[in-house]
């Protein structure tokens, strides 16, 4: 069977929109999460998989752990289907191929945090944070010749990164991969507006973990280098940052809202 025709099958499509409902409870996670950091308090896990670990406190907890780690590998194998032969309704070319890289890199962060998912569900889920991820692989590169240069590099990529997810939000450019015809005009309104503001939230927080990570290429400190977490527990700590940190709770909100919106009226 083709991996076009894999892409369009019903059990393969169901699963995968399922998925995507999954991905945006992780998001909706982030961001009960977010609204939660304080200044100074490094006690909770401000991440991707701090938001996995939050639903192993509930009195469902394995049980929430297990539906969302394999919704979250059908997630992961939708992703993977498109990212091979989706976005034919994209001109080929360049944004073709930005859109299918994107979804190769969505099918890996599903399937991290599903693996997170399932690793509590079976109580081993004491992985690494996003900042101990980051400071062992800054350092690994620091150790390197060149190795600031190295950083640095990463670091303008990661900022690239976070400007190019942002900038889908600001050119609603992710409309092109929706069809909501089918919607009432009311809820494409609301599509849009929270559409907008997930985008836009999501690459502001990959726009600060490329900060750190430039940072500490600038001071050779692995240390200063961080993910998520310590992105929003160092912007927490400036002034105004509480109100920073609403915003970009507030984008990670509406990105959940957003993937249960594209669980139903995803083109492919």
Known sequence: MKTDAVRRHPAVQVLGRAGMVCYGVVHVLLAVLTAQVVPGDRGERTDQKGAVAALAETSLGPVLLWVLGLGLFAFAGWQVALAVSGYDWVPPGRKRVFRRVGSAARAVTGVAIGVAAIGYAVGSGQSQSSDQQSQTWTAKLLALPLGRVLVGA??????GLGVAVARKGVTKAFE?????????SATRVWVERLGRIGWIGKGVSYALIGVLVGFAAISADPSQAGGLDKALHALAAQPYGIFLLAVIALGFLGFGAYCFAAARAHKS
């Open 154 to 159: 990463v670091a303008l990529f990661v900022v």
């Open 176 to 184: 092109d991969d929706l069809d909501m015809t089918d919607l009432p």
